[in-house]
Structure formats: C-alpha cells, structure tokens
C-alpha cells in the first residue's frame, strides 16, 4: 500500500484541523510527530508540518509526501 491509497493518517485530518481552533493555535506553528511513513499523511493533509522520528534507519521522507519541508530526526 502507498501514500496514495492509505487511509487520511492517523488521526484524521480533521480531528487536528479541530484541535487547532479549539486552541487557538496557529496552523503554521504546528508540528505533528510520527515515526512511520505513514504519520505524516495526517499533518500533510492538514497542512501543517511533520517530523519524522526514526531511530532505525528507516528511509528518508519521500518528497512527494512533504514537498514544502518535514523534518526527519
């Protein structure tokens, strides 16, 4: 399965999207962390950046999935 056909991450994008009105926070100052490929669908389709935590050597961010910029750690 890819990126492409995957569920919308977990959580889905909207439960964040809520989370950032709720709490007053600004969309461009929000972080999401995941240490799977697949996290960063979430925060991609929300429009706010991802860092990817990897203490495995797992692969580098594919940039398709965060053109505009993630973080990998």
Do not use: W
């Not at 490929?37 to 999935?65: H, W």
Request: glycine share 10%; hydrophobic share 35%; with cysteine.
């Amino acid at each position: 399965m890819s990126t492409s056909t995957a569920s919308p991450g977990r959580p889905p994008p909207d439960t964040l999207l809520y989370l950032i009105e709720k709490y007053h926070m600004e969309q461009n100052r929000v972080f999401c962390v995941g240490d799977r490929t697949l996290d960063m669908v979430c925060p991609k389709n929300a429009g706010v950046r991802g860092i990817f935590y990897s203490l495995e050597g797992q692969p580098v961010l594919n940039r398709r999935l965060f053109p505009s910029g993630g973080f990998l750690l």
